[in-house]
């Protein structure tokens, strides 16, 4: 049975050349991403030890490297990059992943556009 446990990364920031228009690929622009993880946290605050656990500072340059890598359309598809990454890791049973692009081509004053999925293990 899963336990209620979760690990969130919030905030984390890369450049990435992603979107349907030319200049966001030639150009670039920030992107922020949201993680929560169901894990099952006990084994590693029994024993203390990181190999028990998701080693979170690793996750956190895999996913900023993901993003700042192989350009996709949508944000949609990152999300969905994202997710396998953490799916990856035997202890994630599932993950909600939330992709922000607060400098999103959009022509009125808004302060943020973000999805957000939930993919678990088969």
Known sequence: MMSGDR???????????????????????EFVVDLVIATDLAAAAASDDLAQTIHYG??????????????????????????EIVLDYP??????????????PITVPFDDVSVTITRSRP
Do not use: C, M
């Open 58 to 83: 690793e996750l956190a340059e895999t996913v900023t490297a993901a993003v700042g890598s192989d350009p996709v359309g949508l944000i949609e598809t990152l999300a969905e990059r994202i997710a």
């Open 7 to 29: 690990l969130t990364l919030t905030g984390l920031r890369a450049i990435g050349h992603h979107g349907v228009y030319e200049h966001e690929r030639q150009n670039g622009q």
């Open 91 to 104: 202890s994630a049973a599932a993950v909600t992943v939330t992709v922000h692009k607060p400098f999103a």
